[in-house]
Nanobody
């Protein structure tokens, strides 16, 4: 069983930055695909970014088009932690951000992930 705990959310101004962290417990973290999703009021949960092991012992990352070039996902297996660095924030980035993990590979579908954190609120003011 893997438990995920997010932190780092808060209030930022447009153009500012925040870094989210997701601390994981469990021995399968290093082999898990990890993702960040977000859900704004009245909207469906959407994929933001994901990361997994790729070829030649490197990590492969994927991003939603809305955040590509502004957000960066990374992971530290020694600390069992995945991060989401969010730069050039926009008011439309306002949402609850969720960390997710699973062993079925990387994907944009929330149903591909087995473990979820409780979420952290990110609010961007204009």
């Amino acid at each position: 069983q893997v438990q995920l705990v997010e932190s780092g959310g808060g209030l930022a101004q447009a153009g500012g930055s925040l870094r989210l962290s997701c601390a994981a417990s469990g021995r399968t973290f290093s082999s898990s695909a990890m993702g960040w999703f977000r859900q704004a009021p009245g909207k469906e949960r959407e994929f933001v970014a994901g990361i997994k092991w790729g070829a030649a012992n490197t990590y492969y990352a994927d991003y939603a088009s809305a955040v590509k070039g502004r957000f960066t996902i990374s992971r530290d297996n020694a600390k069992n932690t995945v991060y989401l660095q969010m730069n050039s924030l926009k008011p439309e980035d306002t949402a609850v951000y969720y960390c997710a993990g699973g062993l079925r590979g990387l994907g944009t579908d929330p149903y591909k992930y087995d473990y979820w954190g409780q979420g952290t609120q990110v609010t961007v003011s204009s």
